[in-house]
């Protein structure tokens, strides 16, 4: 027994390593071709209330849900008090009381007075639970893809990575809203059902029908005649509106890429015109919007063929609840009045059942949301943290140098460099150490872009080992700089604090690299890509290596396309960062006469087998391994 007891412990262990496997190779086969993943609704919700949990916000929003479900239930009650008044209202009418009728008008008046205070409070209410919820899941998601190297990993999962500005805005507000406005609509519906269910029961309870000489009772038949209105609309709407989740998740698929060529059309524009690329872009852009009609006609269709139902059900309600109690009513066992709050009773039960049809397209439009918004956090949560490929560079962590020993690098995942494509180094062991000038060049198809990732730990496809030292004693400078928005010293500082430097630090850092007319400009917000000129972009990483001052700095052609005369600039400002080793990866003539490095070469390996020869040179002295992730 002890050993079944193992053998099944250990075939349940193997289950769930199996189901991991499974949900993380879907993971990436959806991420790729840009479908939905195969996760339950259950599993999706699990995924959110955890993610909820976890955040700041979860205290703040249990809070207002509780005051809301007291004002729901407070709101409950004051509409039986409401329905309950129909029947002496109605009754004072069919009597022709007028002084009872003006006393029922008070009485409605404070009722009346009550709700409305009720619906307001609930409103506000709504609006602030709404918006702490959007700030949770928002920050959760921008927490999530922001977390050391997933963004850049996921921008390479396909469709997915596409436009996650969509899905960290526009489907998060949604999300929020919805699960906000859905859950409270069902909570108030469940408390209405519960308190007019036993209203309806009591007033249709003891009615004797008569049939062709035979007597027999219902108990509480009115109740039973509204679940049977109720459940066969819901089941209509359920075969009808079957499709519209899938349709809104192409929707909103469809539109984030409508929204992403426009944006891109816009900001690449001067580049379009130039080359006279309008027509080409109309066309391009068309064809994104044609994808958004088709959808959208899609869509209509459906909403078009569910709106025969809830349309119809909606005016049946006009007259299937008087039916319903005539019998009562014409046999004398109902008043007038008591007619009048049965009506009113059946609705508001009906209403309370019928929540899942008046509310089906939303609840598709919801589940479309959720499936995008769990399927993008997903994604994100089952990047490994150390980005590992059968065939790796070996990383260690080294003492104020940086050292390369048979390094090469593979152009793709998993595969061996001299049979897929790649390269070395001709130089099979480097040390470099603070205070150097190197230049890394070689043949002209060499990817270099992938041994700039390589250095940065970004890319470790391939075989050797880098060693690299601290990571506070590094700055990398890739070719196209990132200006973030905000001030510009914020832009200087970043990814440091803004105030992180002193004010007349960043002033003659600024009045050294030539940008001395943007002083007065510090504390100014702008979108600094758009205001300075290609040249000052450029510029602005260089003042930040000033301000920082590493011990290694790592240029990835950061001269491509910049004025000779910037190129001097620049090139005379590095000459002021003596104990800085620099390593520029790219070929620039101004960078080797003004600084005269010493010149690493990389060669293309020969699928066939690789280049033959390789030069002697001294071994890398041994460090300490540490992970990549860890970095």
């Known amino acids: 027994m002890a050993d079944e007891g193992a053998g099944s412990g250990a075939t349940g262990a193997s289950d769930a390593v199996l189901a991991e496997d499974r949900l993380k190779r879907e993971t990436r086969r959806a991420a790729r071709?840009?479908?939905?993943?195969?996760?339950?609704?259950?599993?999706?919700?699990?995924?959110?209330?955890?993610?909820?949990?976890?955040?700041?916000?979860?205290?703040?929003?249990?809070?207002?849900?509780?005051?809301?479900?007291?004002?729901?239930?407070?709101?409950?009650?004051?509409?039986?008090?409401?329905?309950?008044?129909?029947?002496?209202?109605?009754?004072?009418?069919?009597?022709?009381?007028?002084?009872?009728?003006?006393?029922?008008?008070?009485?409605?008046?404070?009722?009346?007075?009550?709700?409305?205070?009720?619906?307001?409070?609930?409103?506000?209410?709504?609006?602030?639970?709404?918006?702490?919820?959007?700030?949770?899941?928002?920050?959760?998601?921008?927490?999530?893809?922001?977390?050391?190297?997933?963004?850049?990993?996921?921008?390479?999962?396909?469709?997915?990575?596409?436009?996650?500005?969509?899905?960290?805005?526009?489907?998060?507000?949604?999300?929020?809203?919805?699960?906000t406005g859905l859950t409270l609509g069902l909570i108030q519906a469940t408390i209405l059902l519960v308190s007019f269910i036993g209203v309806?029961?009591?007033?249709?309870?003891?009615?004797?029908?008569?049939?062709?000489?035979?007597?027999?009772?219902?108990?509480?038949?009115?109740?039973?005649?509204?679940?049977?209105?109720?459940?066969?609309?819901?089941?209509?709407?359920?075969?009808?509106?079957?499709?519209?989740?899938?349709i809104n998740a192409d929707r909103s698929s469809r539109e984030a890429e409508l929204r992403f060529s426009l944006m891109h059309a816009s900001e690449s524009m001067p580049a379009i015109t130039v080359v006279g690329g309008e027509e080409s872009e109309r066309h391009r852009i068309g064809e994104s919007i044609t994808a958004v009609l088709q959808v959208m006609k899609r869509l209509a269709l459906a909403n078009t063929n569910l709106t025969w139902v809830s349309a119809g059900y909606g005016w049946a309600v006009v007259v299937v609840p008087i039916i319903v109690a005539a019998p009562a009513y014409f046999s004398g066992g109902l008043s007038f009045g008591q007619l009048m709050m049965s009506i009113g009773a059946f609705n508001q039960v009906n209403t309370a059942l019928r929540w899942y049809v008046a509310n089906f397209a939303a609840i598709a439009e919801w589940r479309a949301?959720?499936?995008?918004?769990?399927?993008?956090?997903?994604?994100?949560?089952?990047?490994?943290?150390?980005?590992?490929?059968?065939?790796?560079?070996?990383?260690?962590?080294?003492?104020?140098?940086?050292?390369?020993?048979?390094?090469?690098?593979?152009?793709?995942?998993?595969?061996?460099?001299?049979?897929?494509?790649?390269?070395?180094?001709?130089?099979?062991?480097?040390?470099?150490?603070?205070?150097?000038?190197?230049?890394?060049?070689?043949?002209?198809?060499?990817?270099?872009?992938?041994?700039?990732?390589?250095?940065?730990?970004?890319?470790?496809?391939?075989?050797?080992?880098?060693?690299?030292?601290?990571q506070d004693d590094m700055m990398f400078l890739p070719q196209t700089a990132y200006i973030p928005d905000g001030t510009l010293r914020d832009a200087l500082a970043f990814p440091d604090p803004a105030d992180s430097y002193?004010?007349?630090?960043?002033?003659?850092?600024?009045?050294?690299?030539?940008?001395?007319?943007?002083?007065?400009?510090?504390?100014?917000?702008?979108?600094?890509?758009?205001?300075?000129?290609?040249?000052e972009q450029k510029t602005i990483p260089i003042a930040r290596l000033l301000l920082k001052r590493p011990r290694f700095a790592i240029f990835e052609e950061v001269f491509e396309g910049m004025e000779p005369d910037w190129k001097v600039k620049v090139t005379g400002l590095l000459t002021a960062l003596p104990e800085t080793a620099m390593i520029y990866i790219g070929r620039s003539d101004t960078y080797r006469k003004a600084l005269s490095p010493r010149v690493l070469h990389l060669q293309a390996l020969d699928p066939e087998g690789g280049p033959a020869g390789?030069?002697?040179?001294?071994?890398?002295?041994?460090?300490?391994?540490?992970r990549i992730g860890a970095r």
């Open 614 to 626: 390789r030069d002697e040179a001294p071994p890398a002295r041994p460090t300490t391994a540490f």
């Open 502 to 535: 002193a004010a007349d630090d960043i002033a003659a850092v600024l009045d050294k690299a030539g940008l001395g007319h943007l002083v007065p400009k510090l504390d100014t917000r702008a979108r600094w890509e758009k205001v300075l000129s290609a040249e």
């Open 33 to 179: 071709d840009g479908g939905a993943l195969d996760l339950s609704l259950t599993y999706r919700l699990g995924v959110m209330m955890q993610a909820f949990w976890a955040s700041k916000v979860r205290l703040k929003v249990l809070g207002l849900g509780s005051l809301l479900i007291l004002i729901i239930l407070a709101t409950a009650y004051m509409t039986v008090i409401l329905n309950e008044w129909n029947a002496p209202f109605f009754d004072a009418i069919q009597r022709r009381d007028l002084p009872e009728f003006f006393h029922q008008l008070e009485i409605f008046a404070l009722i009346a007075g009550i709700l409305l205070l009720l619906n307001v409070v609930q409103a506000w209410l709504n609006q602030m639970t709404a918006l702490y919820m959007r700030e949770g899941l928002t920050r959760d998601l921008v927490d999530q893809w922001l977390t050391r190297k997933r963004a850049l990993r996921l921008s390479s999962r396909g469709l997915i990575g596409i436009n996650p500005d969509q899905r960290l805005h526009e489907d998060a507000r949604t999300l929020a809203e919805s699960t």
């Open 200 to 246: 309806l029961w009591d007033l249709s309870s003891g009615f004797v029908f008569h049939l062709s000489g035979h007597s027999f009772s219902i108990p509480g038949y009115m109740v039973w005649a509204a679940v049977l209105y109720a459940a066969s609309a819901s089941i209509l709407s359920r075969i009808v509106g079957r499709k519209l989740v899938r």
């Open 369 to 470: 949301t959720l499936m995008r918004v769990t399927d993008f956090r997903q994604t994100l949560t089952d990047m490994e943290e150390e980005f590992q490929p059968e065939r790796a560079i070996l990383y260690r962590q080294t003492e104020d140098t940086l050292t390369l020993d048979e390094v090469e690098i593979a152009n793709a995942v998993d595969a061996d460099p001299q049979l897929a494509g790649g390269f070395r180094f001709v130089e099979t062991a480097v040390e470099i150490r603070p205070g150097e000038r190197i230049m890394v060049n070689g043949d002209h198809h060499v990817n270099r872009k992938l041994l700039f990732q390589a250095l940065a730990g970004l890319w470790p496809c391939g075989s050797g080992r880098i060693g690299l030292p601290r």
